[in-house]
């Protein structure tokens, strides 16, 4: 302890970690070294816990500590520093919960099994030609056939990143200006900042981009628009229809933006349970829309479809021919077996259902118990759905660093029935505060349990984005 006297000069949050950087990068602090608990180095500081507190926030949210839950805190044991920057809280973060929902992973359980798709690849890795048609025709017939309006062209690329990364590549240079959505996918920011591109950042609301802020934003002539059309990260809205609509006139209207081209993220394609929607339904010639199938299919499979106007998306593929030329056609051909196979299909449905969170059926009456204040109990209470002795059952749009939000269920506001539909409202469920063993022994564990798995693969959360839920068992015992 007598190390950390030495090096701390001023005991505020910003001094604090400052303080142990210095220690960590000079090597006095050794990779995987347990740290002193919060309340220890607060004592021996004479401060509040609240003020170490944040100053190990800051070290984690810089990669450089990792907290293990009960275990305590560490110095990271090995170095993150081929990962973006943003990117590396994520890795930073080790949870001692049951589910972790952080990290957007689908469950595995819920992918559909590859080996039909297997057995359909050639024995040999062989192409006919260098040259040849980048996407296998049977892929791109079913590719076509289920995007959300009719494009010139559609390729295959590694997946919603790759797209999303060589279409800016296309449309923007250094210095050029990109609309984000705020708050957005960290990812996107830190590919812009290593271009050297200036993000333009609007609000988002319920329904998408707020037309008003998109408006302001494009009166400064930005080179494209970054968007997620539906299951938004990290707030899971939606954009509907007529905001599409509006947008898409408001960007045809804009005399400042009239080489501005619209990316779109859907990432998570056949699971979400939100329209298909896209401003490309009214300007094909200046969207180019992605659908990615990690979360609905595999994320090993690395595999995503592009699609929009044959100018830009001729350019896109050339630029390939001259790195690894082409998604593999054995990946192709797994992932068209596995797009048009039924029982896949089947288990891709099943997997985007988030609607069994809602399907307890109603207690008996003998679970209707009163206590005290004439107050349902407990019992009663997590019968209901409403929530569980360890954990509720809550939207991700309502979780915010407060936490303790408590859901509407079958009831609204007004005490009327039809809370709503986690879709209709722009987000998703979520169960926090459920640590391990937080459903060993209910009753319904394994409902609940298959509710957590549906929701696993679409509804989470990016660390750091300030919505960490907190349930009974403390904070990020879960995130959703």
Wanted: hydrophobic content about 40%.
């Amino acid at each position: 302890m007598r190390l950390f006297l030495d090096e701390i000069e001023q005991a505020t949050p910003a001094g604090i970690a400052a303080a142990l950087g210095r220690l960590i990068s000079s090597g006095r602090l050794a990779p995987g070294e347990r740290l002193p608990t919060v309340r220890d180095l607060a004592g021996l500081l004479g401060v509040s816990p609240a003020t170490v507190s944040h100053a190990w926030q800051a070290l984690s949210s810089a990669g450089l500590i990792v907290s293990r839950g009960r275990s305590g805190t560490f110095v990271r044991e090995q170095a993150t520093r081929w990962l973006p920057a943003r990117t590396q809280s994520l890795a930073g973060h080790v949870s001692d919960a049951r589910i972790d929902l952080s990290r957007g992973t689908p469950d595995p359980l819920l992918l559909p099994a590859l080996g039909p798709a297997l057995s359909r690849v050639s024995q040999r890795a062989m192409t006919p030609s260098y040259q040849a048609l980048p996407v296998i025709p049977e892929l791109l017939t079913v590719l076509a056939g289920s995007w959300p309006y009719r494009c010139e062209s559609i390729t295959v690329v590694d997946g919603a990143l790759d797209a999303v990364s060589r279409s800016l590549e296309q449309v923007a240079r250094f210095g050029d200006r990109v609309i984000v959505e705020d708050p957005g996918f960290p990812p996107f920011f830190d590919l812009l900042d290593q271009m050297g591109i200036e993000r333009l950042p609007v609000a988002v609301d319920a329904e998408g981009i707020v037309p008003a802020a998109f408006q302001a934003a494009l009166s400064l002539s930005p080179a494209a628009v970054i968007l997620q059309p539906r299951a938004h990260n990290p707030t899971g809205a939606s954009m509907t229809a007529d905001r599409a609509a509006e947008l898409a006139r408001l960007l045809a209207a804009s005399p400042r933006a009239g080489q501005t081209v619209v990316i779109e993220d859907d990432h998570s394609g056949a699971i979400s349970t939100s329209p298909d929607v896209s401003l490309g339904k009214w300007l094909p010639e200046r969207v180019l829309h992605v659908r990615s199938y990690s979360k609905s299919h595999g994320p090993d499979l690395r595999i995503a479809a592009l699609g929009g106007p044959a100018a830009l998306v001729d350019r896109i593929v050339a630029r390939r021919m001259l790195g690894p030329g082409w998604t593999s056609r054995m990946l192709q051909t797994i992932l068209h077996e596995l797009l048009t196979d039924g029982a896949s299909m089947a288990q891709v449905n099943e997997g985007g259902c988030p609607h069994r969170v809602r399907s307890a059926p109603r207690p008996r009456r003998r679970h209707q118990r009163v206590g005290a204040g004439g107050r349902r109990t407990r019992r009663h209470r997590a019968a209901r759905g409403v929530g569980h002795p360890r954990g509720r059952w809550q939207p991700v749009s309502r979780i915010g660093a407060a936490g303790g939000v408590h859901p509407r269920d079958r009831r609204g506001a007004d005490g009327r029935r039809g809370g709503g539909c986690p879709r209709d409202r722009g987000g998703g469920w979520g169960l926090t505060g459920v640590s391990d063993g937080g459903l060993r022994g209910h009753r319904s564990q394994k409902r609940t349990s298959c509710a957590i798995q549906s929701l696993h693969s679409h509804f989470f959360l990016i660390s750091g984005c300030g919505l960490r839920g907190r349930g009974r068992q403390g904070r990020g015992a879960c995130w959703a």
